[in-house]
Structure formats: C-alpha cells, structure tokens
C-alpha cells in the first residue's frame, strides 16, 4: 500500500471539482478554507472549483484539474471541492498508471467515493473518506458556550498530519443531515445506539468502502478492481465501511446482497462491516434498514447506525490503511495503522 506524504505546517492542499462546484454555496466553501488554512497550510484551487454547477465542468476539464494537481511538485494533498452526482463521467479521462506514479492523498466524501474507491484498489494508494474541501464550516459550542470546531472534524485534521487518532463512537449525535439543521453551532440532539450481531470484537483488516450509492455503480464495471486488491491483500482481511445516503431499506438489501455475489464480501476474508446512520430513510415492501442488514450478514459481524457518512459527527476513514477496530459494550473505536 502507498502511503503518500501527510501534511505539515506550510504544505500546500489542491482544491479540484471532481464531482459539483461549489457556486451554490460560496461563503460556506470560504469559511471551511479558513479552517484550511489556520493548520498553516496554502489552499491551491482549479479552475472550475467555484462554478454554480452541478459538473465542475465537462468531464474531460474535471479531469484534466485533478490530474494537474496530482502532477504539481507544489501539491502535498488534494481535495475534492464537493459532492454531487456525476464524478463517474470523468473515470474515462484519467490515466491511472500516471496517478500512481504521482501519490498524492485524495480527500472527499459522498459522491468522490468514485474516484477515491478506485484509486485505492487500482493504485494502491491510500485516500481518505469523510470530509470535502467544503466540509469545515461547522462549529459545535463549547462548554463555555463558544462556537469551536467539532472534535470529528479536529480528528479529520490529525489524520491528515499523520497523527495516532483513536476514534469513538459519539454519545449524541446530529438528528438531521447537516446540511438541513439550522444556521448556526450544530446541536447533537439523538443518542448515538449501534446494533450489531455481535456483542464483542476486536479485528484488524484493511479498511475500505464509501458512499454505497457510489459503490453500487461500480460493481462490475472496468474500474472494478476489487478482486484484485481482494487478492493481494486477503492475508490482511478487510473491514468494510458503507455510507448510506439514500438508498432504500430494499435497495440496501439488493445492493448488499449484489456485493456478495460480485465476491466483494466474502465471510472468509470479511473481518467486519461498518454500515452509518441513513441520511434519507424510505422503507418498502415493509422491509426496515434492520431487517435488510440482518438478512444480508447472518455470518460476517456487522455494526450499523455507525459515525461514518453524511451525518454528524462521523469518522475519518483511510481507505487502504491497517484498521484496529474494537467493539463492546455498545460502542466502537477504530484507529488506522499505515503499513
């Protein structure tokens, strides 16, 4: 696996729009910048970062962006700017041979989830899933009542500087998307409850996954490369981490069971799966999300409604990385090793 070089005081960060622009949403965009920019590191965006769009451009031009931010001497790390709905389209457009010969880590959630799964188990290069250039803005209130980065988002940065981060499972957390709460510090309202089929573990396994939405499209397709990297790595095992933004309990079920057949989820090398809070719950043919998880995993151990995905707070995940995870009495921990 290919760890490429974390950041330090004065690195500098590459903005690209992989997936949407951010016109839409400026002064949200700018305010998590700043965030960017108080860890002492440089911000270099492209292009077509800031258009009002839902493509950051044609997909040849996203493409083109991102590939010169992975061929720049001056980039330490790049970002994707924001989610959306059409990354796939510039899959063609990318020489994956030039993109591991040039490692960069690649940071972004949701829709990158379609860049970021390939690279990993094409490249061998280790990305990172959770946050987007655009996904700083957000501050909680400290117990003297003072608007503070949430602590997610400070393990975010920590990992990024190749910090040893342990990370729990919260105790409360955000009831709604964050992007639908009001303005202002974000108030964790629900307790956090993990179900799972199993009361103890304790697993090590390369960590890999992403938006399911995003996965699903891949199966199958020339960019799957999961037998592959299955192979290569199947002494290791693997813990695999699913961000559920809208799928239906049905369709969640369907998916799960199509990832069994296309040999992604196999009990012999599955150490664990880690499946997040649904951001957009629809139930049909009076299937719940438990019903779907539970019929899709009688064998491999399974803990859903995890701090992974769209809601909040959720973990920071290193695809391609060593992760140790511990699960008892109800909550978890994770923490990424880079070997």
Same mark, same amino acid.
């Given at each position: 696996?290919?760890?490429?070089?974390?950041?330090?005081?004065?690195?500098?960060?590459?903005?690209?729009?992989?997936?949407?622009?951010?016109?839409?949403?400026?002064?949200?965009?700018?305010?998590?910048?700043?965030?960017?920019?108080?860890?002492?590191?440089?911000?270099?965006?492209?292009?077509?970062?800031?258009?009002?769009?839902?493509?950051?451009?044609?997909?040849?031009?996203?493409?083109?962006?991102?590939?010169?931010?992975?061929?720049?001497?001056?980039?330490?790390?790049?970002?994707?700017?924001?989610?959306?709905?059409? !990354?796939?389209?510039?899959?063609?457009?990318?020489?994956?041979?030039?993109?591991?010969?040039?490692?960069?880590?690649?940071?972004?959630?949701?829709?990158?989830?379609?860049?970021?799964?390939?690279?990993?188990?094409?490249?061998?290069?280790?990305?990172?899933?959770?946050?987007?250039?655009?996904?700083?803005?957000?501050?909680?209130?400290?117990?003297?009542?003072?608007?503070?980065?949430?602590?997610?988002?400070?393990?975010?940065?920590?990992?990024?500087?190749?910090?040893?981060?342990?990370?729990?499972?919260?105790?409360?957390? !955000?009831?709604?998307?964050?992007?639908?709460?009001?303005?202002?510090?974000?108030?964790?309202?629900?307790?956090?409850?993990?179900?799972?089929?199993?009361?103890?573990?304790?697993?090590?396994?390369?960590?890999?996954?992403?938006?399911?939405?995003?996965?699903?499209?891949?199966?199958?397709?020339?960019?799957?490369?999961?037998?592959?990297?299955?192979?290569?790595?199947?002494?290791?095992?693997?813990?695999?981490?699913?961000?559920?933004?809208?799928?239906?309990?049905?369709?969640?079920?369907?998916?799960?069971?199509?990832?069994?057949?296309?040999?992604?989820?196999?009990?012999?090398?599955?150490?664990?799966?880690?499946?997040?809070?649904?951001?957009?719950?629809?139930?049909?043919?009076?299937?719940?999300?438990?019903?779907?998880?539970?019929?899709?995993?009688?064998?491999?151990?399974?803990?859903?409604?995890?701090?992974?995905?769209?809601?909040?707070?959720?973990?920071?995940?290193?695809?391609?990385?060593?992760?140790?995870?511990?699960?008892?009495?109800?909550?978890?921990?994770?923490?990424?090793?880079?070997?």
């Amino acid at each position: 696996m290919i760890y490429p070089r974390f950041l330090s005081e004065n690195s500098t960060v590459g903005i690209s729009a992989p997936s949407a622009g951010v016109g839409h949403k400026i002064d949200s965009f700018n305010e998590s910048l700043k965030i960017l920019k108080q860890q002492g590191w440089k911000t270099w965006e492209t292009e077509h970062v800031r258009v009002d769009d839902l493509r950051g451009g044609t997909a040849a031009q996203r493409a083109q962006e991102l590939t010169a931010l992975f061929l720049h001497p001056a980039v330490d790390a790049v970002f994707a700017a924001s989610g959306g709905d059409f !990354l796939s389209e510039i899959l063609p457009h990318l020489d994956w041979e030039m993109l591991r010969e040039h490692p960069r880590f690649l940071c972004g959630a949701s829709d990158p989830t379609g860049i970021l799964y390939p690279l990993t188990t094409i490249c061998d290069i280790a990305t990172v899933y959770g946050n987007n250039a655009g996904s700083f803005d957000t501050t909680v209130l400290s117990a003297s009542g003072e608007a503070v980065l949430p602590d997610y988002l400070e393990n975010a940065l920590r990992i990024l500087k190749g910090e040893d981060v342990v990370q729990e499972t919260s105790q409360m957390h !955000l009831g709604s998307a964050p992007f639908l709460a009001p303005e202002g510090p974000l108030v964790f309202d629900t307790p956090t409850v993990c179900p799972s089929n199993t009361d103890e573990l304790h697993v090590t396994g390369r960590c890999v996954g992403g938006c399911i939405d995003v996965l699903k499209d891949l199966i199958g397709t020339c960019y799957d490369h999961t037998a592959d990297f299955i192979s290569r790595y199947e002494e290791d095992g693997f813990i695999w981490y699913f961000d559920n933004f809208a799928l239906s309990s049905a369709v969640l079920y369907r998916t799960l069971l199509q990832f069994r057949y296309a040999g992604w989820l196999s009990p012999e090398h599955t150490r664990a799966v880690l499946i997040g809070r649904t951001c957009f719950e629809t139930e049909e043919s009076e299937m719940t999300y438990s019903d779907a998880i539970r019929m899709a995993f009688p064998d491999i151990p399974v803990i859903s409604e995890m701090d992974i995905g769209h809601t909040a707070p959720h973990f920071t995940m290193v695809n391609g990385a060593l992760a140790d995870l511990d699960w008892e009495n109800g909550k978890a921990k994770i923490r990424f090793r880079y070997e």
